[in-house]
């Protein structure tokens, strides 16, 4: 199907681009359009304008700043997935999303911009206690990921405004981190996906973080699991016990053809055990 007419601009900056949303109103920001173009197809979306930032310089690449990671908005997965700098559980999910062609194509910003549920890099985002800098009519503001994520394809990003990076903390000694995931076999999207991210000193837990994805309206901390681990030997029985916590955060379970609420819900604990087992491996 073919999308609705609209009109077409490529911004040669991130100040025009804002211009141009602000002139434009219901305007869409368009970067790889892995997730614009499809929807715009189907007339989920009938944007009247695209501002095309694909080519404004300075927001796509990976710059390690210390103690954090900053990857630029329209950054492709492929560079994510390649890139030693960032959390070993962002590199593993870019690398499994969709094929070669989607990966090259597609962008970080377009990505968690949608929203879509079934999406790994929201979940991983979460996990990770990622930042996302924020530019619009108002200047610039910066949103932890826990604030970030709202509902069903539903951001904290207003009218007007363009996610320029998002920023996440750098994997150093005694920490690592892990994503697993039950995905459809045709569309690589997430039936069940679980992101971990763990500290650990002396045998025990400093700090974990944990998140799931593909079964809830949108990204979902998982407090119980990380209750549950905080302080605690980083042993099978604890990892266990804290995955079996995992239900109870979920609230409503979404169910469709390709797999049921309830064996979703079965498949949870057993995800998140998988992410945690990786994650503590990766934290040595």
């Given at each position: 199907?073919?999308?609705?007419?609209?009109?077409?601009?490529?911004?040669?900056s991130?100040?025009?681009?804002?211009?141009?949303?602000?002139?434009?109103?219901?305007?869409?920001?368009?970067?790889?359009?892995?997730?614009?173009?499809?929807?715009?197809k189907l007339?989920?979306?009938?944007?009247?304008?695209?501002i095309?930032?694909?080519?404004?310089?300075g927001?796509?690449g990976?710059t390690?700043n210390?103690?954090?990671v900053?990857i630029?908005?329209?950054?492709?997965?492929a560079?994510?997935?390649?890139?030693?700098?960032?959390?070993?559980?962002?590199s593993?999910?870019?690398?499994?999303?969709?094929?070669?062609?989607v990966?090259?194509?597609g962008t970080?910003g377009?990505?968690?911009?949608?929203?879509?549920?079934?999406?790994?890099?929201?979940?991983?985002?979460?996990?990770?206690?990622?930042t996302?800098?924020?530019?619009g009519?108002?200047?610039?503001?910066?949103?932890?990921?826990?604030?970030?994520?709202?509902?069903?394809?539903?951001?904290?990003l207003?009218?007007?405004?363009?996610?320029?990076s998002i920023?996440?903390?750098?994997?150093?000694?005694?920490?690592?981190?892990a994503y697993?995931?039950?995905?459809h076999?045709?569309?690589?999207y997430?039936?069940?996906?679980?992101?971990?991210?763990?500290?650990?000193?002396?045998?025990?837990?400093t700090a974990v973080?944990?998140?799931?994805?593909?079964?809830?309206?949108?990204?979902?901390?998982?407090?119980?699991?990380?209750e549950a681990l905080?302080?605690?030997p980083?042993?099978?029985?604890?990892?266990?016990?804290a995955?079996?916590?995992?239900?109870?955060?979920?609230?409503?379970?979404?169910?469709?053809?390709?797999a049921s609420?309830?064996?979703?819900?079965?498949m949870?604990?057993?995800f998140?055990?998988?992410?945690?087992?990786?994650?503590?491996a990766?934290?040595?």
């Amino acid at each position: 199907m073919y999308p609705p007419n609209f009109d077409y601009y490529r911004a040669g900056s991130l100040d025009e681009a804002v211009a141009l949303l602000s002139q434009h109103k219901g305007a869409k920001v368009l970067a790889g359009g892995h997730s614009l173009l499809p929807a715009m197809k189907l007339r989920l979306s009938a944007p009247p304008a695209l501002i095309d930032i694909s080519k404004v310089a300075g927001l796509s690449g990976i710059t390690a700043n210390g103690g954090s990671v900053s990857i630029g908005a329209t950054t492709p997965h492929a560079v994510i997935a390649a890139s030693d700098d960032v959390p070993a559980a962002l590199s593993e999910a870019a690398g499994n999303i969709g094929d070669q062609q989607v990966r090259n194509r597609g962008t970080i910003g377009g990505n968690v911009a949608n929203a879509d549920p079934a999406s790994d890099l929201p979940t991983v985002l979460l996990a990770l206690g990622a930042t996302f800098h924020i530019l619009g009519p108002k200047g610039q503001r910066a949103v932890a990921a826990d604030e970030f994520f709202k509902g069903l394809f539903e951001t904290a990003l207003a009218d007007g405004e363009i996610l320029t990076s998002i920023e996440v903390p750098a994997e150093g000694k005694g920490s690592g981190s892990a994503y697993a995931k039950l995905d459809h076999p045709a569309s690589r999207y997430a039936l069940v996906g679980a992101a971990i991210s763990v500290s650990v000193s002396g045998g025990k837990f400093t700090a974990v973080r944990a998140a799931i994805g593909g079964l809830t309206e949108s990204a979902t901390r998982l407090k119980s699991v990380e209750e549950a681990l905080a302080g605690n030997p980083a042993g099978d029985d604890a990892l266990y016990a804290a995955a079996e916590a995992t239900p109870s955060d979920l609230g409503i379970v979404m169910g469709d053809a390709h797999a049921s609420s309830d064996y979703r819900k079965a498949m949870a604990p057993v995800f998140v055990r998988r992410a945690l087992a990786s994650a503590v491996a990766r934290a040595g």
